[in-house]
């Protein structure tokens, strides 16, 4: 459990600028925050067979401004999300402002609340990338 500034996007794992990071067989509960977040320019994760249950006032699970192919499958996300110090938007599961994520098979129970979701793909502006995607000739 960990409990960390939420303005920081802190919560149970945080991951940014890597390649190939495969996160298996846990159970990621009751942390201020995210209960997985990949950030920035993080690519090829596998997030699978995972538990995330019970964190709050942020994401269950999240890839943030990350590209490459990842797969995030077999996860159960429970009762993510609940707002206690944060008003702002949860999801169970979020991609934001990234590209090349496969997600299938959850089990996922929404928690009660304001601004708590499901599932979402949000896409942004989030600026210049330092790993932009090869272009075809």
Not at 51 to 73: K, L
Not at 110 to 125: D, E
Request: glycine share 14%; charged share 15%; net charge negative.
């Amino acid at each position: 459990m960990s409990h960390f500034d939420l303005d920081f996007g802190s919560g149970g794992i945080k991951i940014g600028s890597t390649s190939g990071v495969t996160i298996r067989g846990n159970t990621i509960q009751h942390n201020d925050g995210s209960g997985v977040h990949f950030d920035d320019y993080s690519q090829n994760e596998v997030l699978e067979g995972n538990i995330i249950t019970d964190n709050y006032d942020s994401d269950g699970m999240n890839q943030e401004m990350g590209y490459g192919t990842s797969t995030f499958r077999n996860n159960i996300v429970l009762r993510n999300g609940a707002q206690v110090s944060q008003t702002h938007y949860t999801d169970h599961i979020a991609v934001h402002a990234s590209s090349g994520v496969t997600a299938y098979c959850y089990v996922m129970e929404v928690s009660k609340g304001p601004g708590v979701n499901g599932w979402i793909v949000g896409a942004a502006n989030r600026g210049y990338s330092a790993y932009p995607r090869p272009t075809s000739s």
